[in-house]
């Protein structure tokens, strides 16, 4: 039982207790006075007691080694893109193809995701929950968009104008020369009659970074699976972690 469901347990039952109390009370009065929380107030050895093998358990829990790293990866060290936001797009599309597949017997085209989302490097070495947690701290959930093709274009002409390394998935070829750019779904141009799906996060769904392409979608699969799981899944699946920087974008 998790650290936090005892506390609910805990005051649960107390309420419990108060509640089942025959006698009635009116509350006449409510006196207030302010404490200061100083090195002067000693610390209760009864509740340090109490909490100290959660907090043991729990460090352990997220020091735990899900994987290794040979190499820094962070956000910044390509040109439009990067080792960490190739290595969370790539996760990110496997992931909700996985869940979009098994779901609607339909596959995800490519997964686009947000510069801001990346808040932390991932070091050389261990690799831990941590890390994941660092990385991905927000509780946003993958969801799979179906865009037409007024909205693809606005997406990649949104993701040429802003000059942002946001995380593209390897389906995506995109070579750009000044403001103009050519783009390869899984090989192929982008065609007028049909629509595609893309893995993003909620938050960008909604219109999150100014991405309002991603709303109002011809449909919208919500997988309520979160982003930051998906990324402990695949670290604790790869034994070394591989990120590099491709073709996926092309800046001449």
């Not at 141009?189 to 938050?203: C, G, L, M, P």
């Not at 909604?206 to 670290?235: C, H, Q, T, W």
């Amino acid at each position: 039982m998790s650290f936090m469901k005892k506390i609910w347990i805990l005051f649960f039952f107390s309420f419990l207790l108060i509640a089942c109390k025959n006698n009635s009370h009116e509350v006449l009065k409510i006196n207030a006075k302010q404490l200061n929380i100083s090195n002067d107030i000693k610390q209760d050895s009864s509740i340090i007691q109490l909490f100290t093998p959660y907090k043991k358990k729990m460090t352990k829990e997220i020091t735990k080694s899900l994987s290794f790293s040979p190499k820094i990866l962070e956000r910044t060290d390509g040109n439009l893109q990067s080792t960490l936001g190739n290595l969370v797009a790539d996760l990110s599309y496997e992931k909700a193809n996985e869940l979009f597949k098994n779901k609607t017997g339909k596959t995800v085209d490519f997964s686009m995701s947000n510069y801001g989302g990346i808040r932390a490097a991932i070091m050389k070495g261990d690799v831990t929950v941590s890390n994941a947690f660092e990385l991905m701290p927000f509780d946003n959930t993958i969801v799979v968009v179906e865009l037409n093709y007024d909205k693809i274009k606005a997406l990649f002409n949104y993701f040429v104008a802003k000059k942002t390394a946001h995380p593209l998935s390897k389906n995506i070829q995109l070579t750009i020369e000044n403001d103009s750019y050519n783009v390869l779904i899984n090989g192929k141009t982008i065609k007028k009659h049909r629509t595609y799906f893309v893995a993003t996060s909620n938050y960008l769904q909604k219109g999150g970074d100014g991405m309002i392409f991603f709303s109002e979608p011809e449909s919208l699969f919500d997988s309520n699976f979160l982003i930051r799981d998906a990324i402990v899944d695949y670290f604790k699946s790869k034994d070394t972690l591989m990120a590099n920087l491709d073709n996926r974008v092309i800046v001449n």
